[in-house]
């Protein structure tokens, strides 16, 4: 290393994300909240975690001049809502001091229609102060909605969010979660972190968040999202969507543009593996059994 090269530690590196993000915003006059990471609570999180990125929840009224200011701000777009994420909800930036930026125009598991939703979040923010700038998050609450909802998108994930959160949290706050979770409309997506998804087995959004929590083959998980669609148009969308191929996500595994070439062999690759694991799953199920003795 030379004498003009420092090495920041990654929790004060995204404490300086969160502040250059909310500059970037108070210049635009835009609303945003900060989730996760370093901007959670410490009652919350006592261990301190601060994840790997900067995460924001932006006003969808918002999102597009976000966009703008952002990458006049020297951010650069690095994956999109349509191939960054499965639910479509976040979008990836990158800063050459900041790292990664997603931000969301709504959070996975919160039916309530993305406008209200992100109102009633912001009724109730709270501010804190992030490398000299003052941030606005959600409530206490709020928060640990969010990281319950976040923690039931990992079927191999970390539950710790979920222990420390909803399962040791006293009977005022669950309380207080619970009427919020409610009111956000997310009590499937809740259910599959917290316990007690089963409630909801008639519920067009239980296989989606079933195989979301538990695990299971990308072609469960598409037929899955297609069946949680609100709409015959969004289930088309999807049904369209399915087959091709992410390009974004090939470059970003190749390290390069795809060609044409990486294209069409990624077109046939996908639903050769799609075979695979349903092969695999059928084995797993009705396969040979072990005598154990």
């Not at 261990?47 to 976000?66: C, K, M, Q």
């Not at 191999?156 to 005022?172: F, H, M, N, P, Q």
């Not at 919020?180 to 089963?198: D, I, K, M, P």
């Not at 999202?225 to 087959?243: E, F």
Request: charged share 25%; proline share 5%.
């Amino acid at each position: 290393m030379s004498e003009s090269e420092v090495t920041v530690p990654l929790p004060v590196r995204l404490r300086f994300g969160h502040a250059a993000v909310q500059q970037v915003a108070n210049t635009a006059g835009l609303d945003v909240l900060h989730i996760k990471g370093v901007a959670v609570d410490p009652e919350l999180r006592p261990t301190g975690y601060a994840g790997s990125d900067v995460d924001v929840l932006v006003r969808p009224a918002h999102v597009a001049a976000i966009d703008r200011a952002l990458r006049a701000g020297g951010w650069t777009l690095y994956s999109t809502f349509e191939h960054g994420s499965p639910f479509g909800h976040a979008q990836t930036y990158l800063h050459e001091s900041w790292g990664y930026l997603d931000i969301h125009r709504y959070f996975p598991g919160i039916r309530l229609e993305p406008e209200r939703a992100f109102e009633l979040l912001w009724e109730d923010l709270h501010r804190i102060e992030l490398a000299g700038t003052s941030c606005r998050v959600p409530s206490p609450a709020a928060q640990a909605v969010i990281l319950v909802l976040n923690a039931a998108r990992s079927a191999k994930g970390d539950r710790a969010d979920v222990l420390t959160v909803w399962s040791d949290a006293d009977d005022e706050r669950r309380e207080e979660i619970t009427e919020l979770v409610g009111r956000l409309h997310a009590e499937v997506a809740f259910a599959a972190a917290a316990g007690g998804l089963e409630r909801f087995r008639d519920d067009r959004e239980y296989p989606l968040w079933k195989v979301v929590s538990e695990g299971g083959s990308r072609a469960a998980e598409w037929w899955a999202r297609i069946r949680a669609a609100p709409s015959a148009r969004d289930r088309l969308r999807l049904v369209a969507r399915a087959p091709r191929v992410n390009v974004e996500h090939l470059a970003h595994r190749l390290g390069r543009t795809p060609s044409r070439w990486d294209i069409a062999v990624e077109f046939l690759r996908r639903p050769l593996s799609g075979v695979g694991e349903g092969v695999r799953s059928l084995y797993r199920r009705f396969g040979p059994r072990r005598v154990v003795r």
